[in-house]
Nanobody, 113 residues
Framework: VQLVESGGGLVQPGGSLRLSCAAS????????MTWDRQAPGKERELVAS????????DYVDSVKGRFVISRDNAENTVYLQMNSLKPEDTAVYYC???????WGQGTQVTVSS
């Protein structure tokens, strides 16, 4: 199982970023995926989840209405579109395949003016 995140960076408050996670080593279309994040000094938290078909999604309350998780099973990729970013969204973002309890190396998102 390999997960490679990309798309992080420095963005001003109110800005947007799109994270990508390329998956390999397992049958991607069979598995739910999540995006998690870990801010400095805090525990890792689940931000968004999506079912294997993409038919159902869920979000932590703090990002509802701002973040959108999606997937492309033909490309073995899961995305996280992040809009209206806030300084409290600053964290390392990881994609995860819960069935295998595996995470990628993460991508840093910093929201600051």
């Amino acid at each position: 199982v390999q997960l490679v995140e990309s798309g992080g960076g420095l963005v001003q408050p109110g800005g947007s970023l799109r994270l990508s996670c390329a998956a390999s080593g397992f049958t991607f279309s069979n598995h739910a995926m999540t995006w998690d994040r870990q801010a400095p000094g805090k525990e890792r938290e689940l931000v968004a989840s999506i079912t294997s078909t993409g038919g159902s999604t869920d979000y932590v309350d703090s990002v509802k209405g701002r973040f959108v998780i999606s997937r492309d099973n033909a490309e073995n990729t899961v995305y996280l579109q992040m809009n209206s970013l806030k300084p409290e969204d600053t964290a390392v973002y990881y994609c995860n395949v819960p069935f295998y309890s595996r995470w990628g190396q993460g991508t840093q998102v910093t929201v600051s003016s």
